[in-house]
């Protein structure tokens, strides 16, 4: 999963999912697998990060790509992507249903969706509502 917004344009975002195809010194090659720009092609670079904060009297900096391994990604990370197969743990209810709507709209088909519910016997998930918040 791409971590950076590189080329948006490209769709190189923040939160793309990419197939790694070589590791490279200086460069990844990889192909895109979400969004409208599914089977391009693409290099990711490596960056350089600097400290936002210069507390410090001395510069720091590290370069490295901005990609990270990923099996899952949060619901958030989730919005305007379409995804093949989604598995949605439910053991911890969702913070609202627009999330747990976003969650079930990320896939491609309805049959590919898994819910983990808390037990066997229940078949439905609870609905958090801070009270003191809507005042």
Do not use: W
């Amino acid at each position: 999963m791409l971590l950076r917004n590189i080329q948006p344009r490209d769709g190189l975002c923040n939160g793309t999912c990419l197939k790694v195809i070589q590791f490279g010194t200086r460069v990844i090659e990889a192909r895109i697998l979400t969004g409208s720009h599914v089977n391009d092609r693409v290099f990711i670079p490596r960056i350089t990060l600097e400290p936002s904060d210069s507390e410090t009297p001395f510069k720091m900096s590290h370069r490295q790509f901005p990609v990270r391994l990923a099996f899952l990604m949060t619901i958030n990370k989730s919005q305007g992507q379409s995804v093949k197969f989604v598995g949605i743990d439910l053991q911890n209810p969702v913070f609202s249903h627009g999330q747990l709507y976003v969650a079930i709209s990320r896939c491609i088909s309805m049959r590919r969706i898994t819910v983990l519910l808390p037990s066997e016997d229940e078949e439905k998930t609870s609905n958090v509502v801070y009270p003191e918040v809507l005042l």
